[in-house]
């Protein structure tokens, strides 16, 4: 039973998305009106914004669960129903799912680094390019989620993606580190076939226009490389937090607040990155282990794997691959300031 269906919940899809276009125009329209580099510190700022907003809707979508579940005719009806209970598993669905979806994507920024780099795309262009990006993502994760929703329903969709999930998870842990070259790259290669490209970058513009001819500019060329590697990431990230909860406004909501953050995420890691070399195993167990929950975990409890104990074993796989990265990091530090003095 699908506990908050869109027929009788769309007021809540329509209102929550207003919100995100409103935040999105604050964010572009006054906060990063001028382009410029994003620093470290303001990224983290940004980071600790896009956190807290979560965190703050969660807890009220918990209170409002709670006051529905307890007052509404649909749910008291029900045989057994525990409201409260009922309450908290719905609220930690969608902090998983944030916790999920906010950390699959530490894997990607690898691949903007790579195409800032190719597209020689400057810093303080960086933010506009994602922007438009993440906006774009937006829009393609709430067909991806619609779809989802429908396809879901059927139990070999679920042990199709729980397996891709497992699969891609078992690649994950044996893939290599090295920088990515698009010099050759299939989808950069058609692109250019497409558009009309300017080869410098003018200003912070996606278009030009030059003796009557448009062209695109290497930001659009950025941007739309971004976008399909983001709709590709989907197809593993989407079914991985269906493998959480099965109501798509928790799976659109969690997804959103995750995706809304990426940008200053980006900017704060992107230098730092090289110090968390075995994150990728430890996103690499989640996406097998939320391939399991579909394949085997859920029916094995019943049809619902805990959530809590999603959660616990979520963070426990992310935490632990970010504490040994920095421990063997620093050790390595020590190591090569020994090497330095005793040269």
């Known amino acids: 039973m699908i506990l908050f269906p869109f027929v009788d919940y769309w007021w809540f899809y329509v209102g929550f998305t207003i919100f995100v276009l409103i935040v999105l125009a604050l964010d572009l329209g006054v906060f990063h009106k001028n382009a410029h580099e994003v620093s470290f510190k303001e990224a983290s700022v940004w980071t600790t914004v896009w956190i807290s907003l979560a965190?703050?809707?969660?807890?009220?979508?918990?209170?409002?669960?709670?006051?529905?579940?307890?007052?509404?005719?649909?749910?008291?009806?029900?045989?057994?129903?525990?409201?409260?209970?009922?309450?908290?598993?719905?609220?930690?669905?969608?902090?998983?799912?944030?916790v999920v979806e906010k950390s699959l994507p530490i894997d990607n920024i690898f691949i903007f680094a790579v195409v800032y780099a190719y597209f020689g795309i400057p810093k303080m262009y960086q933010h506009?390019?994602?922007?438009?990006?993440?906006?774009?993502?937006?829009?393609?994760?709430?067909?991806?989620?619609?779809?989802?929703?429908?396809?879901?329903?059927?139990?070999?969709?679920?042990?199709?993606?729980?397996?891709?999930?497992?699969?891609?998870?078992?690649?994950?842990?044996?893939?290599?580190?090295?920088?990515?070259?698009?010099?050759?790259?299939?989808?950069?290669?058609?692109?250019?076939?497409?558009?009309?490209?300017?080869?410098?970058?003018?200003?912070?513009?996606?278009f030009i226009k030059k003796n009557g001819l448009i062209y695109v500019t290497p930001l659009f060329l950025a941007l739309i490389f971004l976008e399909l590697s983001d709709i590709i990431f989907a197809v593993d990230s989407v079914p991985a937090i269906f493998a959480l909860t099965k109501e798509p406004l928790i799976v659109f909501t969690s997804n959103i607040f995750a995706i809304l953050g990426l940008r200053s995420m980006y900017f704060m890691l992107a230098g730092v990155m090289d110090r968390f070399a075995y994150i990728k195993y430890g996103l690499a167990s989640v996406l097998v282990f939320v391939g399991l929950k579909m394949v085997w975990l859920n029916e094995a409890?019943?049809?619902?794997?805990?959530?809590?104990?999603?959660?616990?074993i979520i963070a426990f796989l992310i935490g632990s691959s970010i504490v040994v990265s920095l421990v063997i990091d620093r050790r390595k530090q020590k190591l090569d300031i020994k090497k330095i003095n005793l040269s």
């Open 55 to 98: 965190l703050v809707f969660n807890y009220l979508f918990y209170l409002y669960a709670q006051y529905a579940f307890t007052n509404y005719d649909k749910y008291t009806s029900i045989p057994g129903f525990d409201p409260d209970q009922q309450a908290k598993t719905s609220a930690l669905e969608f902090l998983t799912g944030f």
């Open 128 to 206: 506009r390019v994602l922007f438009w990006g993440i906006l774009g993502a937006l829009i393609f994760r709430a067909i991806f989620i619609a779809m989802g929703s429908l396809l879901m329903q059927y139990q070999w969709v679920v042990m199709f993606f729980g397996a891709l999930l497992i699969l891609t998870g078992s690649k994950m842990f044996f893939a290599g580190t090295e920088p990515q070259n698009l010099e050759n790259n299939f989808i950069v290669a058609q692109l250019k076939k497409i558009f009309r490209v300017h080869p410098h970058i003018e200003g912070q513009n996606f």
């Open 301 to 312: 409890f019943g049809g619902k794997f805990p959530i809590s104990w999603s959660l616990a």
